[in-house]
């Protein structure tokens, strides 16, 4: 559980811009994953944010843009990063409109995003 805690929620913690954005994004994608919404293997982060949008209308194309800035660029301009928190807030509202709270609540105890760990 405390594992889990970190996964989830470790971009909260005080780090390196670089950080803090691989962290938020296994957070995002740890979210999906125990909702049965997983990357699919050969499929690009972009592909993924696109399917996500166009069949459960989850909204993750921020976070997958501040992700492939650092991925391509090597930093991601100070003034992005600020956007971490909302980013995930656009996923975490879609994500709301689409599952309920106690789903949300159930899959925290899903071990399929540990198993996948490191896989975003």
Do not use: H, M
């Amino acid at each position: 559980v405390a594992f889990k805690a970190w996964l989830r929620f470790g971009y909260r913690l005080p780090t390196d811009n670089a950080t803090k954005i691989r962290r938020a994004y296994a957070s995002f994608a740890s979210l999906l994953a125990d909702s049965g919404l997983a990357r699919l293997d050969g499929e690009t982060r972009n592909e993924y944010a696109e399917r996500l949008s166009a069949e459960v209308s989850i909204s993750a194309s921020r976070i997958t843009k501040l992700l492939e800035t650092l991925s391509y660029q090597g930093t991601v301009p100070a003034e992005d990063v600020r956007f971490v928190e909302e980013a995930l807030l656009d996923v975490e509202r879609s994500y709301d409109e689409r599952y309920s709270r106690i789903r949300r609540a159930l899959s925290f105890f899903s071990p399929v995003s540990i198993t996948r760990w490191r896989t975003w």
